[in-house]
């Protein structure tokens, strides 16, 4: 609707709109240049009351703002400007402790008394259980969200409690601002970053504690894994058993050793094709001599340019940029990040999706996100240990592995090495899945686990209450 604006006793005058709406008009003398200024005022005016002015008269009650409006910051849908605690956005069931001057959060279940949703028929009854409760560990950029679909099913089948945290920067667990200075208490003396894999072991074992139980069932997906295993080389009486799943450890290539019994030569005689054969043999000693002292030189060399670049990479990943970068990244490829790990990424729903985008929510996530890495990055090769690879086959415990034969992530094969690198190990393969088996295929997942805990631990009946006399 255009409106038509005339000037009276020196103002402009807008028909039907208050009079705090009308401008005073500029006297002038009369002049071409006062005409042509009254003209350009006149359209213009004009122009914006046609555009701006339009609607019923309720619409004219507010003031009118001319200053430009901030566009809001969004990631994935999430509003970045308005970030909140994570405690506001805890759900019902959700637990927070106090451990290292951090507030974690975490969620307990109990056995169920309800047997309706068994598994299968011959399903375990909560009557027999286990001895050990069992503890959670989440992947990178996940949470204990993706053990939602199992955690009530896995409480029965164990008969006894069901614990899953959130690791510091993932989830809902508080964050903290300068990690480096971060110290609990004054009397440290080394204070320990909380996005260190030192501080998951430590997280995990006060768990152990917290569930008054000498030794826990560590159920750890994909880089939970390796929490998984480093608790159980920091302190492997606490560790009952160990189920990885979609195992983030990278395997170690493992070479057939071929003996040869049949064959016997007699050691004193000197044939041409003995001789020749120790001729070469003494040639291969002294190649592999001069190889291995290159590659230590080598090695050496590496080491002080990755020394280097670990901390030129550690020094961008804490800069505002990297910020940005991180921001940028996660809103073009989270959403599909999410559904790549699956094999059938139509039964990713909004709901999981929500579920997994909440802790994108809370303050300092993107910072958190960057500590992370940084100290993950400063870490690696640096430990006084050997490497997680040499030390696998030092694991005695009971280990299940369970990997999805269409995971994008971590392939299948992997897992096939790693079983063969942890002694009696066993493997299952779930087909038609992908990174995350217990949320695509609960049932088979919960079966699997199920018949591993069957044939390793022997179960507990319980007896059933004598009536009074």
Request: aromatic share 8%.
């Amino acid at each position: 609707m255009t409106v038509s604006i005339s000037v009276v006793h020196n103002q402009f005058v807008f028909p039907g709109r208050p009079a705090l709406l009308n401008f005073p008009v500029v006297e002038l003398k009369p002049s071409a240049l006062q005409c042509e200024f009254e003209k350009k005022c006149r359209l213009s005016i004009k122009s914006a009351a046609s555009s701006s002015f339009t609607g019923s008269a309720a619409d004219y009650s507010e003031p009118l703002s001319t200053a430009p409006k901030k566009k809001a910051r969004r990631i994935v849908g999430i509003d970045q400007d308005e970030l909140v605690d994570p405690k506001l956005l805890a759900d019902p069931d959700s637990c927070f402790c106090e451990f290292q001057g951090l507030q974690l959060h975490h969620k307990i279940c109990e056995p169920e008394s309800e047997l309706q949703d068994s598994i299968h028929d011959d399903a375990t009854s909560i009557n027999e259980k286990l001895k050990f409760p069992l503890i959670l560990l989440h992947g990178f950029g996940a949470s204990l969200f993706s053990w939602k679909p199992v955690m009530k099913q896995l409480a029965k089948i164990a008969g006894s409690k069901v614990l899953s945290f959130d690791r510091p920067a993932f989830g809902l667990t508080t964050r903290v601002d300068n990690p480096k200075n971060y110290s609990p208490s004054s009397k440290d003396t080394k204070p320990l970053n909380p996005y260190s894999m030192a501080f998951s072991v430590l997280a995990t074992l006060y768990f152990i504690d917290f569930l008054t139980a000498e030794k826990a069932i560590l159920i750890g997906h994909s880089a939970g894994c390796l929490v998984a295993a480093e608790t159980y080389f920091k302190a492997p009486e606490r560790v009952a058993a160990m189920i990885l799943v979609a195992p983030a450890i990278i395997a170690p290539l493992t070479s057939m050793k071929v003996k040869e019994n049949n064959q016997q030569e007699d050691s004193n005689s000197e044939t041409p094709k003995a001789s020749f054969f120790n001729l070469l043999g003494i040639v291969s000693k002294f190649s592999r001599f001069i190889g291995q002292t290159i590659m230590n030189l080598f090695r050496g060399m590496v080491n002080m340019v990755n020394s280097l670049y670990k901390k030129a990479l550690s020094a961008f990943l804490r800069s505002p940029i990297a910020i940005m970068l991180v921001r940028m990244v996660i809103d073009k490829f989270g959403i599909s990040a999410i559904k790549n790990a699956w094999y059938d990424a139509s039964k990713v729903t909004d709901s999981v999706l929500e579920d997994y985008t909440r802790p994108l929510r809370t303050k300092g996530w993107d910072k958190a996100l960057l500590e992370f890495t940084a100290e993950m990055l400063a870490t690696s090769g640096t430990e006084s240990t050997p490497p997680l690879t040499e030390r696998l086959k030092e694991i005695s415990c009971p280990v299940l592995i369970i990997t999805g034969d269409s995971d994008r992530l971590v392939p299948s094969w992997n897992a096939v090495r790693l079983s063969r690198a942890i002694p009696g190990s066993h493997l299952e393969i779930i087909k038609n899945c992908g990174h995350l088996p217990q949320e695509e295929k609960p049932h088979e997942f919960l079966t699997i686990v199920d018949n591993f805990f069957t044939s390793v631990f022997p179960r507990i009946e319980s007896q059933p209450l004598q009536p009074a006399i």
